[in-house]
């Protein structure tokens, strides 16, 4: 699958306006992706039903 979320895609939250990020650590289990937020240099968990992969 090419739509398929990996470490290192760029990603945006759907659920939360305007923000995005980079994929640094998937959770299998959960279903679960640690984001590096843009411009906030901070971490963000969230599901990946809620994330959708930018070109």
Do not use: C, F, N, Q
Not at 2 to 30: A, C, F, N
Not at 36 to 55: I, M, N, P, Q, V
């Amino acid at each position: 699958m090419s739509d398929e979320i990996k470490v290192g895609d760029r990603v945006e939250v759907t659920t939360i306006k305007h923000t995005t990020g980079v994929v640094e650590k998937l959770i299998p289990g959960y279903r679960t992706a640690v984001l590096r937020l843009d411009g906030l240099g901070g971490t963000l968990s969230a599901t990946l039903r809620e994330l959708r992969k930018l070109t």
